[in-house]
């Protein structure tokens, strides 16, 4: 097989291989606010009823628990906030007549690149990804929109905010998760097209003639 022809044939393969990597790690599908995993360094914040003196906000430790006064200390970790709101209504159901309990939760979130404001960025679980870019003052004018990274676990998610615009695609509306890092891309130059493969071949050719003709 010709030289060129074996470069032409690596050059489809690598592309190949990056349109699958694209197709990888598809958008989270949206989920309810009290299916988020409460973890360490998160915040519940507590609203009691009638005991208002002991409404506040509790930070979770990282041994997993949460000091509360009334209730001592709970293990909330790696709970759903679902099952953290119940454990704390129950307790505090169990001291009281009537007792009223709300239980929110906030953490913190990382908005990193070609932002405004990179940083942390304290949310609750209502907010989406959208929420926290604004946050950051939005995306700076070297921005690459369509590559925008969620990395969340051990997975990235690459969520295309131009098509979000244009077509009203919710991506950017998938609601946050404690630990979650949004990392905003620059732009680049895409050099895989045919001119600059076309271009790479004459110049590997011209380079094997001028080297077989000294």
Known sequence: MPRSTRLLALCLTLATF???????????EP??????????????????WPEQQYSGDYQVETSGTVAIPLLGELNVSDK????????????????????????????RVSVLGQVARPGLYPVDAT?????????????????????IRLLRHDHVVVLDAE???QTGAPMLSVLLES?????????HINWFTWQNV?????????????????
């Open 163 to 165: 098509q979000a615009i």
């Open 31 to 48: 989920h309810a606010v009290t299916d988020v995993v409460v973890r360490p360094g998160d915040i519940l914040r507590i609203k009691f």
């Open 18 to 28: 990056a349109r699958a990597a694209r197709a990888q790690n598809p958008v989270p």
């Open 179 to 187: 630990g979650d890092r949004i990392i905003v891309p620059a732009k």
């Open 80 to 107: 759903t906030l679902s099952e953290v709101r119940n454990e704390v209504r129950d307790h505090y159901r169990a001291l009281t007549t009537n007792g009223v309990a709300i239980v929110s939760l906030q953490f």
């Open 127 to 147: 907010q989406s990804v959208f929420d926290a870019l604004s946050q950051a003052g939005g995306p700076s004018t070297n921005a690459d929109l369509s590559r």
């Open 198 to 214: 076309l271009t790479a071949l004459q110049t590997v050719g011209l380079i094997v003639a001028l080297a077989r003709h000294p």
